[in-house]
């Protein structure tokens, strides 16, 4: 978060008066494994991408293309609902190292 | 200012005389205020209103304690209530009863100047119920001259056509009870 | 402009302000404790005679839910309630404050349970007093009439923009019928103009978050916020109060002097009482005594400043409240207003008197008794005693 604001620079009721204003909360920080993505197995469902519930999954031209990972929490449901190719996994959860 | 208490029993209209009397007033420009003694609302069991009537705004907010008129709606309460409470020797009684006057001052401990007339009997005879609120508040406008008598008859058919829009047979009883209770007050 | 002149109980006042007001929602819980007000104004609706969309919910808490909804969602918003109905808003009453939505509530200011009790004290809505709302007295019908009107103004106003409650005293303001000079309809629109919502959920080309959660980070800096709303509503309740005077020519302030000006001896009062008092001091004026009367209106904000330099001169004050902080010293405005004078190099002496609780009758003979006592010396300074309670 940036500098906290003093009392008469907030908007009325502590209405936050925009929309989308989610993307400027990082919750990266919040992880402690990450999703790492082999394209290889990867048969395009986008079941990742529908299931995060974050929006951390970046697609390019309607493919997975990797993860936002200043939001990822890494919660892991995308590795869990990945259906994989011949049931191996496109996306597997690892330790994070900082 | 003139301070006025009604006695009745819940049920008898106590409280829409008290409001009636001050809309009539109201209606030739005094200023007005009614209000009921507020307790468990029970049908049948004694209740008071009270009316303050000026020319002059009214600011004071407390109980009417010491009233120059007192109207009883239901003559059986004097057994058990001292009606006469506060009420000094210059004030004025008004009874609902078939009584004979006579009999009434012997009963009743009270010197200033009594009124009866039989509110009920002319209920029933023209409204075809007992409802003695009306033909009482006629009584006391009749023996008090606080207000012109015709046009507080007008009022009062103006507010009961109000509310009985689809009853007109009890605005008409209504009227004629209160030109009939004008008629047969008398002093005792 | 021609006024119209009506016999009308509190309630039928309050009543017909909304109705006049014409707001966009109406939410409530129109039965007992809720008084009239709100079934009145259902008879409105139903009548056709307001546009207003009337929402019958199931609790008072769900009333002032639904309030808050309809205001954050851009409608102007009005409610009513009494006593319990009141206590059991009680936590969305500082939602409505903290959201800063401009909600305009008449209550019927009642006992609180128990034992159980429907009279008259100020219990119901001095336990609201630390929640952000603008708090205005009646001291009868006529100021319960126009200080409706005058909330909706004053709860709009950019500067201010918090809810406001118009209180009236149970069954003897409520209940009791007097004359009041009531306003064309026409005349009421104007005043209070078209409500602007500056920001409102419905808006779907600027959509915002109400409601966010504040912790330790901000949550102190908007309740600081609303104090300076709550302190530019004091210029805003007078600025108002004045035009309407001006149009309408009874003007209102933050508080009412009463022959205070020379007066020796003098008290403090909110609601009905007020009148009662006026009465008492002009009978004694009549005999020599140099009685006066401070009528506080507006108990939120408080009035401290007025308050202050309105009694300096007097020699002693003695302050009625209509409800009891138990365990405190003194009722709230007694507390208030000392703790108001204590700044000031010349202050009277000044002793509490809670009074009236659950609706014990108050009347002329006391308040007499009480200046007389004032008068001899006989009051007791920082002292707070009961009045009229058989001790």
């Given at each position: 978060m940036s500098e906290l604001k003093k009392y008469k620079e907030l908007a009325l009721g502590g209405?936050?008066?925009?929309?989308?204003?989610?993307?400027?909360?990082?919750?990266?920080?919040?992880?402690s494994s990450r999703p790492v993505y082999n394209p290889?197995?990867?048969?395009?469902?986008l079941f990742c991408w529908v299931y995060c519930p974050d929006s951390a999954v970046i697609l390019k031209d309607g493919k997975v293309a990797g993860f936002?990972?200043?939001?990822?929490?890494?919660?892991?449901i995308c590795a869990h609902e990945c259906p994989g190719k011949k049931k191996v996994k496109a996306i597997v959860m690892e330790e994070e190292v900082k | 200012m003139v301070e006025i208490r009604w006695h009745g029993r819940g049920g008898q209209g106590a409280k829409t005389a008290a409001l009636l009397f001050a809309d009539a007033a109201l209606a030739v420009g005094k200023y007005v205020q009614a209000f009921p003694e507020y307790?468990?609302?029970?049908?049948g069991a004694p209740v008071q209103s009270f009316n303050r009537i000026d020319d002059k705004p009214i600011l004071m907010h407390c109980p009417?304690?010491?009233?120059?008129v007192v109207v009883v709606?239901?003559?059986?309460?004097m057994a058990s209530i001292?009606?006469?409470?506060?009420?000094?020797?210059?004030g004025t009684l008004i009874i609902n009863t078939g009584l004979d006057a006579a009999e009434i001052k012997k009963s009743v401990k009270f010197d200033g100047k009594i009124f009866t007339v039989d509110a009920s009997r002319i209920s029933e005879e023209t409204?075809?119920?007992?409802?003695?609120n009306t033909p009482m508040l006629a009584a006391l406008v009749k023996v008090t001259g606080m207000l012109d008598f015709d046009s507080m008859l007008e009022d009062t058919q103006k507010k009961l056509a109000k509310k009985f829009a689809h009853r007109p047979e009890v605005i008409e009883g209504n009227i004629q009870s209160m030109k009939r209770a004008a008629q047969e007050v008398k002093s005792a | 402009m021609q006024k119209i002149i009506l016999a009308k109980t509190g309630n039928e006042a309050m009543a017909l302000a909304m109705k006049q007001v014409n707001p966009d929602v109406v939410a409530a819980y129109p039965i007992t404790p809720a008084t009239e007000i709100v079934q009145i104004f259902s008879q409105y609706v139903a009548d056709g005679e307001v546009k207003t969309e009337f929402v019958a919910v199931e609790s008072e808490h769900s009333a002032m839910s639904a309030c808050i909804g309809s205001c954050a969602a851009g409608a102007r918003t009005m409610t009513g309630t009494s006593s319990q109905g009141l206590a059991l808003m009680y936590e969305m009453i500082y939602i409505a404050a903290g959201l800063r939505l401009p909600i305009v509530m008449a209550d019927v200011n009642r006992a609180l349970s128990a034992p159980i009790n429907i009279h008259c004290d100020h219990s119901d809505s001095m336990g609201c007093r630390d929640a952000g709302w603008v708090h205005i007295f009646s001291e009868n019908a006529q100021e319960a009439y126009d200080s409706m009107i005058q909330a909706v103004r004053i709860a709009e106003h950019k500067d201010v923009r918090l809810p406001v409650m118009v209180t009236t005293d149970g069954?003897?303001?409520?209940h009791g019928m007097e004359r009041i000079d009531t306003l064309p309809d026409a005349e009421v629109q104007n005043f209070i103009g078209k409500y602007d919502p500056?920001?409102?959920?419905?808006?779907v080309k600027k959509p915002f978050t109400i409601g966010a959660i504040n912790l330790t980070d901000y949550y102190f800096e908007h309740r600081r916020a609303m104090v300076d709303a709550q302190n530019n509503s004091l210029k805003v309740i007078k600025e108002v109060g004045a035009e309407f005077g001006k149009k309408f020519d009874t003007g209102y302030g933050l508080i009412e002097k009463y022959?205070?000006?020379?007066?020796?001896v003098a008290i403090v009062a909110l609601g009905s009482t007020c009148g009662t008092a006026k009465v008492v001091i002009d009978q004694l004026r009549a005999k020599g005594v140099k009685a006066g009367l401070l009528k506080i209106?507006?108990?939120?904000?408080?009035p401290t400043e007025e308050i202050a330099k309105a009694l300096e001169n007097i020699k002693t004050v003695a302050v009625l409240d209509r409800s009891d902080s138990v365990g405190?010293?003194?009722g709230p405005v007694f507390t208030e207003i000392r703790s108001a004078l204590y700044g000031s190099a010349k202050r009277p002496q000044i002793a509490g008197f809670v009074y009236g609780?659950?609706?014990?009758e108050i009347d002329m003979e006391q308040i007499e008794g009480l200046f007389m006592d004032l008068k001899a010396g006989k009051v007791k300074a920082d002292s707070v005693s009961y009045l009229g309670v058989r001790e």
């Open positions: 209405n936050i008066e925009k929309g989308g204003t989610a993307v400027d909360f990082k919750t990266g920080d919040w992880r290889e197995n990867c048969i395009q469902c936002n990972l200043e939001h990822c929490k890494g919660c892991g | 307790g468990p609302e029970r049908m009417v304690k010491s009233p120059s709606l239901d003559p059986t309460l001292n009606v006469t409470a506060g009420l000094g020797k210059e409204i075809g119920r007992k409802i003695p | 069954f003897i303001i409520s500056l920001m409102h959920l419905l808006d022959q205070l000006d020379d007066a020796e209106r507006v108990f939120r904000p408080f405190g010293f003194g609780l659950g609706g014990r």
